[in-house]
């Protein structure tokens, strides 16, 4: 007799949905969350009167019909929060040195929009949108189909377009669709939602990201920590045991039986076990290396992260509306070639002007939702950085790195306010709150592998089956959920959810 039917490690996107699908479903469950609040990158923090999230700006596929909605509704947790639809006629503004377009709602408006800007690039234009159509189609019958070898076999003989595209990269299918720098420049500018340049990023994931906001953009009412706090709700109406503070240190399965162990020395049981820890963690680290295949093992430890950011959170007095910031998030970019960008942003080349940056306003998103006081504003301003820049730091102690950190993280994030004055005058002199978090805090807060921001780097080797796609380890009755295994992105990591729980409910019952 076990403790718990099942144990979910992690409270992030994929671990609370996973453990609500199982409550749901009436399995005894205990979520172990290894830091003192819920949700992982949906895990808010405040500051005095300010609040900021961590890791969501903006969710698409949330309209009538669409899958997002449908997987809330399916957990039972769709009307338990309010989404802001954000400008359907532009809200995300991607903006070069030349040259601005904003990324509207509707695959057909928008391809329209950017034929009427590339004229000449009609045919390229026609033939990139057909073929996120076709991969849009066979991603969705992978996911919902049966995996392994044979499975992979009907999905490639059924959608050829993953013969050609399904190991390329992005700046293939680029080139095959227009030799036009700029038309490629706009078709990369959701990059930094994945944190890869086009030579590098699988072909299929800037079409996933793409397709998934052409359904229009929307944002919790409340910020992420109201989407976090209905996974919350639901559990504990479910009757989930939750522990914070419960770091897992160590895995094991003798028998039938799964042993976990926290840092504070507590050891529970459990029939099966659900991670959404990094894989690298789970299967690299925490889980007994002599039952997980060692071909695995390897696979997980070889996986290489994604990107980490360096985050500007401000809290300002200035009215955002009256200087011309909207509902819709900035995307800016100094260059049109994002190879080269991507390359300006290693660690060996820091130069004074950074590559680009992001930047959302929550409380113009979402004005009543508690995220600054009346009349002031948040504002998040990230850019992608690498994880080595920090890593001299990575051993000591959260928020007691010492003085040449606390130096080297202000004239980064001082850059980055600099630079959001192209849209803000004066900024710098408004500040009545900010705060810059590195790569470090990435992988302090959530457990990220070297601070990444969407799990295992999103590579053709490490889509897919590269990753842990089909959400298992080797080990009867083990399950991972989130970045690691359909990708990053809170759909996604929802999604593997559902769809690890759905096994796992499948092994406990044939396990009864
Ligand atoms: C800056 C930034 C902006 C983003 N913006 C968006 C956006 O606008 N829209 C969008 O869809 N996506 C966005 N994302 C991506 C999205 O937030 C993530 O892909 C997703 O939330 C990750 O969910 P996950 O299930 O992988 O879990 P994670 O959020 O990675 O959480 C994992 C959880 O597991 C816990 N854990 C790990 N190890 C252990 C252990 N040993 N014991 C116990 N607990 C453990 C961690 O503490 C953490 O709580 C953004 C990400 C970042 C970083």
Not at 161 to 181: E, H, N, S
Not at 182 to 192: E, I, R
Not at 309 to 337: Q, V
Not at 413 to 421: D, H, I, P, S, T
């Amino acid at each position: 007799m076990t403790d718990f039917q099942v144990i979910v490690i992690g409270s992030g996107a994929g671990g609370l949905s996973s453990a609500l699908f199982l409550a749901k479903q009436g399995f005894s469950t205990l979520l172990l969350e290894a830091m003192p609040s819920l949700g992982g990158y949906l895990n808010p923090f405040r500051r005095g009167p300010y609040s900021f999230d961590t890791g969501l700006h903006y969710l698409g596929q949330l309209g009538r019909g669409e899958a997002f909605l449908d997987l809330l509704e399916g957990l039972g947790i769709a009307d338990k929060v309010d989404f802001v639809e954000l400008d359907p006629e532009g809200f995300d503004r991607y903006v070069f040195p030349d040259y601005e377009i904003d990324l509207c709602k509707g695959k057909e408006h928008y391809k329209e929009k950017l034929i009427r800007e590339f004229p000449g690039e009609q045919r390229g234009i026609e033939k990139y949108f057909r073929v996120l159509d076709r991969v849009t189609e066979a991603m969705d019958a992978s996911i919902s189909g049966s995996g392994g070898i044979l499975g992979m076999l009907g999905l490639l003989i059924r959608h050829p377009v993953m013969l050609k595209y399904g190991r390329a990269t992005y700046q293939k299918l680029l080139d095959d669709v227009t030799q036009d720098k700029l038309l490629q420049a706009v078709l990369s500018a959701l990059s930094a939602t994945y944190g890869l340049s086009p030579s590098r990023a699988s072909a299929l994931i800037p079409l996933m990201v793409l397709d998934h906001y052409l359904r229009g953009g929307y944002y919790p009412k409340g910020g992420s920590g109201a989407f976090r706090d209905a996974f919350v709700d639901a559990l504990q109406s479910h009757g989930v045991e939750t522990k914070r503070l419960a770091r897992v240190v160590e895995m094991d399965k003798k028998g039938d039986a799964f042993f976990i162990k926290t840092e504070s020395g507590q050891q529970y049981t459990a029939k099966s076990v659900i991670s959404n820890a990094d894989p690298a963690l789970t299967v690299g680290r925490l889980m007994n290396p002599e039952i997980i295949p060692s071909k695995l093992r390897r696979k997980a430890m070889h996986l290489r992260p994604s990107v980490g950011a360096f985050y500007a959170f401000i809290g300002t007095d200035l009215d955002l509306p009256s200087c011309g910031i909207t509902d819709a998030n900035i995307y800016h970019y100094h260059d049109i070639d994002f190879n080269r960008i991507y390359r300006a942003r290693d660690a060996s080349s820091m130069k004074e002007e950074l590559p680009g940056f992001f930047m959302t306003s929550p409380s113009v998103k979402d004005p009543e939702g508690g995220h600054a006081p009346q009349g002031k504003h948040t504002l998040e301003i990230t850019t992608m950085m690498d994880y080595e820049r920090f890593e001299k730091w990575a051993d000591a102690p959260s928020m007691k790195r010492g003085q040449d950190y606390e130096d080297f993280k202000n004239r980064i994030g001082e850059r980055l306010v600099k630079a959001a004055e192209t849209y803000i005058p004066d900024l710098s002199s408004h500040l009545d709150h900010v705060e810059y978090a590195t790569p470090l805090s990435n992988a302090y807060w959530v457990n990220a592998v070297q601070g990444g921001c969407y799990g295992p780097e999103e590579t053709p080797d490490q889509v897919g089956p590269g990753r842990f796609s089909d959400f298992t380890a080797g080990v009867e009755g083990l399950f991972l959920v989130g970045a690691g295994t359909l990708g990053g992105g809170v759909m996604a990591c929802v999604a593997s959810g559902v769809l690890a729980g759905r096994k796992a409910a499948a092994y406990l019952q044939s396990s009864r």
